[in-house]
């Protein structure tokens, strides 16, 4: 699976801004698919997920409300809707993607669970 995420930029604290992750490969609904964020000096962490057959979601606590996870099969791109931002959103965004590895699955959300990512995306927010 390969993925390419674009849509970063600088932009004021209180706007919003759609990031978008084109994804392209084998089984794509064999997997579950991310978007993490990683600020200067901290670890990678997650923001959301959705599989990519039923489009389940999965969301941060601390993110639910401002920013909203898609996807859209037939152009095979997932998009991360991001409002109300303000500069602790200030990161290098990626997308990735994680093999199913049981029919009981939930959207991970965690850096180790998944297997490929994209190349990110810068997103400033100045107060």
């Known amino acids: 699976v390969q993925l390419q995420a674009s849509g970063g930029g600088l932009l004021q604290a209180e706007g919003s801004l759609r990031l978008s992750c084109s994804v392209s490969g084998r089984f794509l609904d064999s997997h579950v698919m991310g978007w993490f964020r990683q600020a200067p000096g901290k670890e990678r962490e997650f923001v959301a997920g959705i599989s990519w057959s039923r489009g389940r979601t999965n969301y941060a606590d601390s993110l639910k409300g401002r920013f909203t996870i898609s996807r859209d099969n037939a152009k095979s791109t997932m998009y991360l809707q991001m409002n109300s931002l303000n500069p602790g959103d200030t990161a290098v965004y990626y997308c990735?993607?994680?093999?199913?590895?049981?029919?009981?699955?939930?959207?991970?959300?965690?850096?180790?669970?998944?297997?490929?990512w994209g190349q990110g995306t810068l997103v400033t927010v100045s107060s």
């Open positions: 990735a993607a994680a093999r199913i590895r049981s029919v009981y699955y939930s959207v991970y959300d965690k850096v180790s669970e998944y297997d490929y």
